[in-house]
């Protein structure tokens, strides 16, 4: 598993979202614009890299929007002239509008408005046929099939568009690799839309949706982040299980300088023993999940991996004792000892949006850590020897059973 850092440092994947709103979210106050209410409603969406988010809104909303608009240019219109007819009596002259508002011109403004701040608008009109309204309502089909309780309102025309248009969404959206996300304050429409769509989140606030959308970019990108270890992990196992691949035949011979004999060189063991070999010749090879050191860019990640290889070996001299020289053991044996090399490898790689590596690169190999642990006889076992289930470090190692190490090292 990825940890918290190299989760913060990763760019998800790509991640797309429909947000189809209901007129509450639109709908602005005295004293504010269309425009206003509009940026606010996409200020609440952080801005990040590999998220993508429509905003979209049903034809009846955006004819909502024009009505409201329209009575609230009526009413100060309205406002303007009464003052105006109160001034001119004050005044005993003709003071009012030069002219009354354009219906049409001020409609327009909304959709203007809308399309400014890349607002689709979803014009499905041609996918519903109003004449299946009333056999659906009839007969208590979606979305009449709610049910609702006494002196609670029920599903209106108006509604039933808006129904139809978000399904249709839903269904294209399946091609499209889009989640949909439907946002409205009304809880009967929200139980007919949850009820009979599949598919898609609905929210009852911009506040809420917006921190949908902040989990999901969060939780993608450790989902990503799992992906992409999971894969490099993978692509090791593919490296290695093929003795001609350029990264595996470097891998092994780096690792041979450290098992070449028949002297082996910084055992750490007792002087007593000039020489040391291999008890079978058999090798255990070991590898640690891939972590992530650096990201150069959105996709070129820079990895460090840990490789054990281990082997027994027997002292093959006779034990010395001081200026005498070698001396009759009353009761021989043969130490065995365990000897292990950590080797720290940096490799490079490329990234796709879907989590695949290529042109894999090995970088260079780290210090390594060579460590020795009496096996034979019993009292001179070192218990201070580390786990063998995992790195000085504590990464966690895993057994590669079908490399063939030993053949590799001795060719």
């Known amino acids: 598993m990825p940890t918290p850092k190299e989760e913060n440092k990763i760019i998800s994947r790509d991640l797309r979202f429909s947000i189809i709103l209901d007129t509450c979210c639109l709908a602005f106050t005295k004293g504010t614009t269309i425009k206003e209410k509009a940026e606010n409603v996409k200020n609440k969406f952080l801005k990040k890299k590999n998220l993508e988010i429509e905003f979209c809104i049903p034809e009846v909303v955006k004819i909502e929007l024009q009505k409201f608009f329209w009575n609230q240019v009526l009413e100060t219109y309205k406002k303007y002239d009464d003052s105006a007819t109160k001034l001119k009596n004050l005044l005993d002259k003709t003071f009012s509008a030069k002219s ?19 607002f689709r608008i979803l014009i499905n009109r041609d996918k519903i046929e109003p004449d299946c309204l009333l056999d659906e309502a009839c007969w208590k089909k979606p979305p009449f099939n709610v049910p609702s309780e006494k002196n609670s309102r029920t599903i209106g025309i108006e509604d039933y568009f808006i129904f139809k248009t978000i399904e249709y969404e839903a269904t294209a959206n399946k091609d499209d690799n889009k989640e949909l996300i439907f946002v409205t304050a009304d809880n009967i429409f929200k139980e007919a839309i949850e ?21 999901r970019h969060k939780n993608n990108s450790k989902l990503f982040a799992k992906t992409i270890i999971n894969n490099a992990d993978k692509q090791i196992d593919r490296i290695l299980e093929n003795p001609k691949n350029e990264i595996a035949i470097e891998l092994l011979t780096q690792i041979r300088k450290y098992f070449d004999g028949p002297n082996i060189s910084g055992l750490g063991l007792s002087a007593a023993y000039s020489s040391w070999h291999p008890v079978t010749g058999e090798y255990n090879f070991y590898k640690s999940d891939p972590i992530i050191k650096q990201i150069e860019d959105e996709n070129k990640y820079i990895w460090k991996s840990v490789f054990r ?3 027994e070996l027997e002292a093959t001299s006779r034990p010395k004792t001081g200026g005498y020289g070698y001396i009759e053991d009353p009761q021989p044996f043969t130490p065995r000892v365990k000897y292990q090399v950590d080797l720290p490898v940096f490799w490079k790689s490329t990234i796709d949006k879907k989590g695949n590596l290529y042109n894999v690169k090995l970088l260079k190999t780290g210090k390594p850590e060579i460590i020795s642990k009496y096996i034979w006889p019993q009292d001179e076992m070192d218990k ?20 063939n190490l030993s053949t590799h090292l001795r060719n």
Do not use: H, M
């Open 309 to 311: 290889c281990s082997q």
């Open 384 to 403: 201070s020897f580390p786990d063998t289930d995992s790195t000085a470090s504590g990464q966690p190692l895993e057994e590669i059973p079908k490399l």
């Open 195 to 215: 009820t009979n769509i599949k598919d898609i989140t609905v929210e009852t606030s911009i506040d809420e949706a917006a921190s949908f959308v902040n989990v």
């Open 100 to 118: 009354k508002p354009n219906k049409k011109e001020v409609l327009e403004i909304v959709v203007k408005t809308l399309n400014l701040l890349d």
